[in-house]
């Protein structure tokens, strides 16, 4: 079964087709980091206008690549949701024609569990039930998974995204948009602790995020003043450890209260490497396994949602789905909590 996979819920376009039987066929991707960089952030409305513009092309370009036909598709899956309505409009827009006009199933896919879902996509995933902590720009929560559709929520951030504190604070240290490589970057070549940040809600006996106080406390130390580079590199230092260090007494937590023995972490801070190194060690320790996506399908793509949707449509069967001339329009849900979804 041949399933093509739209992703447009933010600034990136991406497209892939994955075979139940042969795996990822191939993939594409276009970033608009570019586009948005001088305004320190998504502009929706360019976000959306660059979606119509990528496209058609990169589906055309990923069916080459795998020598595929579009008559041999077999379902179209697109991202209905969370993100920019704007944005998500246009992958709707072209998955739902594509669908009705080749007369096959198409699945509208919720964003965060392609993310969730996607270290299912590597040569060693991880099996069911297992606990995921979803990390991206607009999302921090924790998750125990018991099977496809099968989400409790046990913790979220009560403020900031853990990928907005990065880009919080990367803009207030006057570096780029996306601001978590950047963070991660100069943090290289400098000491965490020679500043010293809050970690808030680290030991409070609730599974919740907090990151407004991080930022509010960098941008008190960056008003104060940084000496030079070497005083800039120990500040990133410290916001990268300090985001860190929530994460990970969170995500143990999280193990420690569901009696699971296996952690799935997944979304764009995920490829962040010190989360990378401190998760592995203290699972480790803990007795627990930590399982990533590989590091090519941390960020938004169109192959998490491919995938997604090949594993909806074998668990529900194609007949669960709206096809050809059934699919009379298309929705998206800019807000959709992950919990809402149905078990496969
Ligand atoms: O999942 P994603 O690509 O898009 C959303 O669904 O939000 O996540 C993007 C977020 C951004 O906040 C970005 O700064 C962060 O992931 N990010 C990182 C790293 N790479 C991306 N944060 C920390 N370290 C990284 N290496
Ligand atoms: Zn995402």
Redesign the pocket.
Known sequence: MKVLGIET??D?TGVALYCTEGGLLAQALHSQVELHERYGGVVPELASRDHVRRLLPLVEQVLAQAGVDVGELDAIAWTEGPGLAGALLVGAGVGASMAFALDIPGIGIH?LEG?LLSPLLSNDPPAFPFVALLV???HTQLMEVSGIGQYRLLGDTLDDAA??A??KSAKLLGLGY????Q??HLAVSGTAGRHSLPRPMLHADTLDFSFSGLKTAVATRVRRGLADEGARADLAAEIESAIVDILVAKSLAALRRTAQRRLVVA???S???RLREQLSAACAEAGARVHFPEPAL???NGAMIAFAGALRLQQAGSDAFPRGREIGGFVVQPRWPLESLPPA
């Open positions: 819920s933010c990136e964003h993310h991206s720009g607009g990928g907005e990065f880009d996306p601001g978590g490589p963070i991660a979304g764009g801070v490829a962040n490497r941390c960020s938004d």
